[in-house]
């Protein structure tokens, strides 16, 4: 089953002289339908935010942002109920350093970015994939099982434990229909 990554900010051209044949599958925000549902930002519903039983977000980001807390503020449950695709990143100077992300709501346990990826954003994004991308998946197995199947994402970052940039959901895509979900290189 082979499955690439490329930066959706390159070329067609250069993707098809790379990877002559293969199909081009668009997994961001600003793809198509059925694939921009691979999008974090995609808003699935119902999506379990962690140690808080009954709390859910519409999605992957939404959750992510929602739990991240700042030097001069805490969670924002408002992320989790956005459903447009936007509003959804939380940043800014007036906010102050990210001092990491909380793990539940009314949880003491403040997650450092290695652990967030590991205990709050791969679990949720696996859910989506088998709660709420099973049809999608198998498309893409399809797809792949007849010739290379290049993703696209804004980013290409594979390794979940490089913290130097974000994490490409393409690759967890692609890790996902190869079998090699990533487990935590440390506790």
Known sequence: MPVAVESRR???ATIAKRWPGVAVV???SKGPEPWVRFSPFYPHG??????TPDETAASVEGLWQGLKVFECED???????VTNLKGIKRAGRSRGPVRGHRFGVGSDVLLDYHDARYRIYLPAYRWVLEHRL?????QLRALAAERTVVLLD????????DLSSPLSHAALVKRYLEGDWPVPDRA
Do not use: M
């Open 46 to 51: 119902g999506i379990p935010i962690p140690n």
């Open 10 to 12: 390159t070329k067609p």
């Open 75 to 81: 969670i924002d449950p408002a992320k989790w109920a």
């Open 26 to 28: 668009d997994v961001t």
């Open 134 to 138: 099973a049809t999608e998946v198998g």
């Open 154 to 161: 804004y980013e290409t970052n594979a390794d979940v434990n």
